[in-house]
């Protein structure tokens, strides 16, 4: 009798929720998820966040029809473990990819197999970064290691590797275009991964926009001369856009203009990489970098014999900001080529669009390019999303949210039970508007990859909306307070002063709950420690001579 009232209760249950939700539209019901992500992309070069440098009017598209955060920032500003972090929801030293040297463990759960096993149809086209293949994709074009920005290789699913002539952008866009056109099952919903290199270092912009970018001048930032009094760190870091900036690769100075004003070339991206990004181009591609880039070599020998420091730092920051920003123009134009697809093939209505970047960047902040520090312009990255209907429009947040919470935040949108382990939240409370549900005052940090390129030290630290307290350790030990309020140039290191004495014990104190809450421990990073320094010591790492690594390890202490 039991057994067959139930049998009626099922059947019951089950038919009402038939007659309300038929089954194709129940899939249906589950919104697409188009993650787009470029590579270095600072929030300081997007017109929604701040106009002064660039206007890139289709990704301000994104934050028209959805929020903007103000306050996105990510758990270690660097490429691969940024996007370690995304795919897994967990900060690096539980995913084990703290750097970029080492390969990412493809044992680690990651959200798009989770979105795959429910029924999603998964692809992913662009950089990864990660040294093997994703998993969890059905279809997938990504770019060996960094990738090329003209001609590029592609490692690819079903075709092998192939070579494909053109612009970088343009063509994971047109294979991104491709898929959703020819690939996309109608009747399932998708997770889309669509990663841009650009504008990742060298900065080789389109030609079509080598004319435009190659004459613009730029705004200047306020501590483009920044002398990193009080902060040693920032003071030992191989950034700085006059002293560490090669000349020929990043600022592309053709190298026998060099060797005829005598001056050595500096900077991992030297004269060997300019002269191997040449030979990449066809003849036409080289010809026309040479129409463009040849008389800002000949006005250089022009004006260098009366040239002061300050004035290279200056000219220095403009060759950058042209090329750095001219790979942008190409991204914004193809994030345009998508929005237009999904508009053009009602996509628009039950899809979440997010616009991110795997970090923020400096543009001169600083005195620098590059990231890895947990000062704002690399800590903090851009975060744009839009999900009609869903998602109000023209919305701002302040919420401090991470890269940590993409994973929980897509497979709550897809009702998927995340696994107990992530260490992220959902943003949904945040994006629809159910603000008294998202709780977080203080965010964890942790950035690992030293001795390396740009020596950015290792350090760890809580971030609130008033405050950061870093401790930086390795070679250097010690805390830095920073008054995010009143300082938000970040220049000042109030750790030792008497008027924070409070705010430094709270700040400990929730930095060693976070530390708790997060699984982090110095016998966790002591675990780490010397993995990178063993192999500068064999000289397998990249910018880092072996000499240098002995000197390094002469200096090192624990945490
Ligand atoms: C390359 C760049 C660095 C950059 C790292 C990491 N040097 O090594 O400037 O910091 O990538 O970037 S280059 O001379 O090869 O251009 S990341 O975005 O992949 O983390
Ligand atoms: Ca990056």
């Known amino acids: 009798m039991k057994s067959l009232l139930r049998f009626w209760i099922i059947g019951l249950v089950g038919l009402a929720s038939y007659s309300c939700q038929p089954k194709e539209e129940s899939k249906s019901d589950r919104p697409n998820i188009i993650f787009i992500m470029s590579d270095d992309h600072a929030y300081q070069a997007i017109s929604a966040y701040d106009n002064t440098l660039i206007e890139t009017p289709n990704i301000d598209r994104i934050a028209k029809m959805g929020m903007l955060f103000t306050q996105a920032s990510v758990t270690n500003s660097i490429c691969a473990p940024s996007r370690a972090t995304i795919l897994t929801g967990k900060h690096s030293h539980l995913n084990g990819k703290i750097d970029n040297h080492f390969p990412f463990d493809t044992t680690n ?99 079509r926009h080598m004319e435009e970018f190659t004459q613009k001048t730029f705004p200047e930032p306020a501590t483009l001369f920044d002398d990193y009094s009080t902060r040693p760190a920032a003071a030992e870091a191989e950034m700085n856009i006059l002293t ?218 809580i971030v609130t909306q008033d405050y950061k307290l870093v401790h930086y350790y390795f070679t250097q030990d010690y805390w830095e307070l920073i008054d995010r309020v009143k300082d938000p140039q970040e220049l000042k290191n109030v750790y030792e002063d008497p008027a924070y004495a409070e705010v430094r014990a709270d700040l400990h104190r929730r930095l060693d709950e976070l530390r708790i809450k997060y699984k982090d421990s110095n016998e966790i990073s002591n675990g780490y420690i010397d993995r990178l320094l063993d192999d500068a010591l064999e000289g397998k790492v990249w910018g880092i001579s072996k000499e240098r690594a002995e000197e390094i390890k002469s200096k090192r202490s624990i945490n």
């Open 109 to 207: 759960v990651t959200f798009p197999q989770l979105m795959q096993q429910a029924g999603y149809q998964t692809a992913m086209f662009g950089k990864l970064h990660f040294g093997n293949n994703p998993k969890g994709f059905d279809q997938f074009k990504i770019l060996p290691g960094q990738g090329s920005y003209y001609n590029p290789d592609f490692i690819t699913k079903n075709e092998g590797n192939i070579r494909v002539e053109g612009y970088v952008t343009d063509i994971v866009t047109d294979m991104t275009l491709d898929w959703l056109d020819k690939e996309r099952k109608k009747d399932q919903p998708f997770l889309l991964m669509y990663l841009h290199k650009s504008p990742h270092r060298p900065w080789l912009m389109a030609e």
């Open 244 to 461: 560490h900036m090669g000349w020929s690769g990043d600022n592309k100075l053709r190298p026998d203009v060099l060797k005829q004003l005598g001056i050595a070339d500096v900077g991992g991206y030297d004269t060997s990489r300019f002269n191997g990004q040449m030979n990449r181009f066809t003849p036409s591609q080289a010809e026309n970098f040479k129409k463009y880039y040849d008389p800002i070599s000949e006005e250089f020998i022009r004006n260098y014999p009366n040239i002061s420091q300050e004035d290279l730092m200056r000219w220095k920051y403009q060759r950058y900001m042209q090329d750095y920003l001219g790979t942008i123009k190409a991204v914004d134009e193809n994030v345009g080529r998508l929005l237009d697809y999904l508009e053009a093939n009602n996509l628009m209505e039950n899809t979440i669009i997010v616009y991110t970047s795997d970090q923020g960047f400096y543009l001169g902040e600083h005195g620098w390019y590059d990231k890895r520090f947990v000062y704002d312009e690399s800590f903090k990255t851009p975060l744009l999303v839009a999900w009609p209907g869903k998602v109000k429009a023209n919305t701002k947040s302040d919420a401090l949210v991470q890269n940590l919470d993409f994973a929980q935040t897509f497979l709550e949108a897809a009702g998927i039970p995340a696994p107990a382990d992530m260490q992220g939240e959902s943003l949904l409370p945040v994006l629809t508007g159910n603000t008294e549900k998202w709780t977080r005052d203080a965010v964890y940090y942790h950035y690992y990859e030293y001795p390396a390129e740009h020596m950015v030290n290792r350090h760890y630290a």
